[in-house]
């Protein structure tokens, strides 16, 4: 979502819409011909009109406006994989939004798709994708892939079999665990103990604007930099909302993106682990966050050198299996607390829509009809995401713990009381 302080022309908007049209977004999902291989995307030529409406929307409705943007044409098999939307807001402002399917694209893919369009070097971007392939070329195609997909698949049986050997000749009790996997397996943080809600709910989204300036100088002050304040704000509100304790340590998944410039992946986000301290109210240290992030990423980076692979079962051997299957897989539970997604600082071609800039951006990944049991089988904590304008860092949080996180009221409050520890003015959208 962007927010501007004066109109959007409505030309430029349609002008937008047509570049997104013509770029990566507009990509189709066909279904393979072989069971096993994976399915394929080609250029859609359909898109979903540009949303436009002349009612303004009150200034403290736009989160429930952006809600209703969430459209089930959004449809990857039909081709209509995105939406652009936009609206005059009561404050004499515009709030223009852009939903798309994560199939279609990842937070980097979508914000790469934008500063291509707003530049209008995007058009043709939709035709690399091709055609839908004839019934030879795809069945040709769908074996090549299967064969492709049964090398890693084959590394990691493999893998799997040096490691039964390696327990029948050393005694389990002689086989240390590596210093990762020893980082990534300690005892959970502490919960503070509350009734099980049986009232109906649906994860809290709060939408919070910091002061830019504010922010830069409070994470330079505490020895940090502007992301490590982002997990310690986040840390700290999962700790007030007594998700854990001082002293303990809560683990977070940080996105990773290394799209090239010439990538057409519609998804190539990998995730890092990263532990740390749960601190004091009082404490406002960012050097040890720092540190810890650069530990997990310095050893994230030497895992992808050696190849190595920490999923429990390959994602190559999952989506061939038939969906009757897939569904009986348990749900993976890797201990974390939530995701913390920072976008970084916003390009000029991302910000502006027609030579008019954004003052804010909220970016989020939002899962429809998410429930209490569905929140309670994930393990609760939160997910959030952060984008920097040249005003403002905005942070889009929602909460996944129905007991503890009740309400959008509930999670502002706290969010707010830990912004005021560190001294950022923020307002709430």
């Known amino acids: 979502m962007w927010r501007f302080d004066g109109p959007v022309a409505v030309a430029e908007l349609a002008k937008l819409h047509a570049n997104l049209s013509a770029g990566l977004l507009s990509r189709r999902v066909l279904p393979p011909i072989v069971p096993t291989a994976r399915h394929r995307w080609v250029t859609s030529n359909a898109s979903l009109p540009l949303d436009y409406s ?5 200034t403290d409705a736009v989160r429930c406006w952006a809600e ?26 515009t709030v223009v939004s852009l939903v798309c399917s994560h199939m279609v694209a990842d937070g980097a893919a979508m914000v790469a798709a934008v500063e291509r369009a707003s530049t209008g070097v995007s058009v043709g971007d939709s035709a690399r994708l091709g055609e839908k392939p004839s019934l030879v070329d795809s069945v040709a195609s769908d074996i090549a892939d299967t064969v492709g997909q049964l090398r890693p698949i084959a590394t990691w049986l493999a893998g799997k079999s040096a490691q039964a050997v390696t ?34 709910w649906s994860p809290p989204y709060v939408v919070v604007s910091c002061s830019a300036s504010e922010w830069a100088s409070a994470a330079a002050e505490w020895g940090g930099t502007s992301n490590t304040l982002f997990i310690a704000v986040m840390t700290s509100v999962s700790a007030a909302l007594g998700r854990a304790r001082p002293g303990e340590e809560l683990r977070w998944s940080l996105p990773y993106n290394d799209r090239g410039s010439t990538e057409i992946e519609s998804n190539s986000t990998k995730i890092i682990a990263v532990r740390v301290p749960v601190p004091d109210p009082a ?73 008019v800039r954004a003052t804010r951006v909220a970016a989020r990944a939002t899962f429809s009809g998410a429930d209490a049991d569905f929140a309670r089988q994930l393990g609760g904590g939160s997910t959030a995401w952060a984008t920097e304008t040249d005003a403002a860092v905005t942070i889009s949080m929602h909460g996944m713990d129905p007991d503890r996180m009740a309400s959008d009221e509930d999670v502002r409050a706290v969010v707010s009381e830990v912004l005021d520890r560190w001294g950022i003015g923020h307002e709430f959208w």
């Open 68 to 93: 209703q943007r969430i459209s089930a044409d959004i449809d990857p098999e039909a081709g209509t994989g995105w939406l652009l939307s936009a609206a005059p807001v009561a404050d004499g402002g």
């Open 283 to 355: 404490d406002r240290d960012l050097t040890r966050i720092r540190k810890a992030s650069k530990t997990a990423f310095q050893e994230f980076s030497a895992r992808q050198a050696s190849g190595a692979s920490t999923q429990a079962v390959p994602l190559n051997l999952v989506q061939m299996l038939p969906d009757a299957v897939a569904r009986r897989l348990p749900v993976p539970a890797d201990g974390a607390e939530g995701l913390c997604s920072n976008l970084g600082r916003l390009s000029e071609d991302f910000v502006s829509i027609g030579g």
């Open 167 to 200: 327990s029948v000749v050393r005694p389990a009790a002689d086989v240390a665990p590596s210093p990762s996997e020893a980082s990534i397996a300690p005892d959970g943080p502490s919960r503070t103990d509350v009734p099980e809600t049986s009232e109906p």
């Open 54 to 58: 002349t009612n303004s929307v009150p």
